[in-house]
């Protein structure tokens, strides 16, 4: 009897493992497709697939904030994430501005923070109010507004930004400008420590990282061992339709060939493919 309940017992507890593991699924591998708008933001999703943040063709484009998350969370021991992204329009007299942030953020934690210079991530005092940003987070920020007040370097940068502050732990200027030059290619690699970035206009992935920043471990940083990831976006008092083509994340990181790796590998198909084509005429003669 004693056997048997506790065979009971440890059958119920797998139950209850296996049944919470499931309840809440983490993954390793995601794509644009498993990233959904938030309710009440101006995010949206194309009939494409695209994720639109800020859309610069409504009658008052001003101070919009869009946000869309991964709808599981993911794995963030080690991680790289590639997307490409551009931006479109201005605010006639205005300019084109904000920008847009990737999000690595605890599961639990805000779903945006401040419009204009706050790229929808970031604390901020506006034309609309003062916003909190979003706490418990690490954002990669791409933007095209210079903000004195918040320490940008310039009107096109990109930085790595903590705990939902849009002061920069680290920046890099960029050009030319992302608005009307893309679409921008961007990577974001994490080894455990060191989280990097770079940008491009095309989909090769420079040599060596733009930006760095030794940030430690991303868990303590977000307080949770596996995060919701996305993307936030703004508009201030100048405007510009920000979109997302494509994103994919992999944890543990997926090994992206070297340029001189991708043209043998071009090379040795083509070898192959003109001996397949030799023997096949062999063949039939």
Known sequence: MKKQLLATLFM?????????????PVLNTITLDDIAPTPGSSATKLPDGVLQLTDNSLSDPEYQIGSAYSTSPVGIETFNATFSFQYSGTYP????????VFVIKNPASA?????????????????NGSYAGIPNSVGIEFDN???????????NHIGINVNGSVVSQGTVDISPEFNGSGPWYAWVDYDGSLLSVSVNQTNLKPD???LSYNI???QSVIDSPAATVGF???TGWATQTQQVLSFDYNDPPRAVPEPGTVTLLGIGGALVSIWTRRKRLAISD
């Open 93 to 100: 007299a205005h300019g084109s501005a904000d920008g847009i």
């Open 232 to 234: 936030t976006g703004s």
């Open 111 to 127: 779903t945006s923070g401040g419009d204009g210079g706050g790229l929808g991530y970031g604390t901020i005092t506006t034309g």
């Open 216 to 218: 430690g471990n991303i």
């Open 145 to 155: 507004w210079y903000n004195p007040e918040v320490g940008d370097p310039s009107s």
């Open 208 to 210: 060596s990282a733009m």
């Open 12 to 24: 119920l507890g797998c139950f209850g493992i296996t049944s919470q593991t499931y309840a809440v």
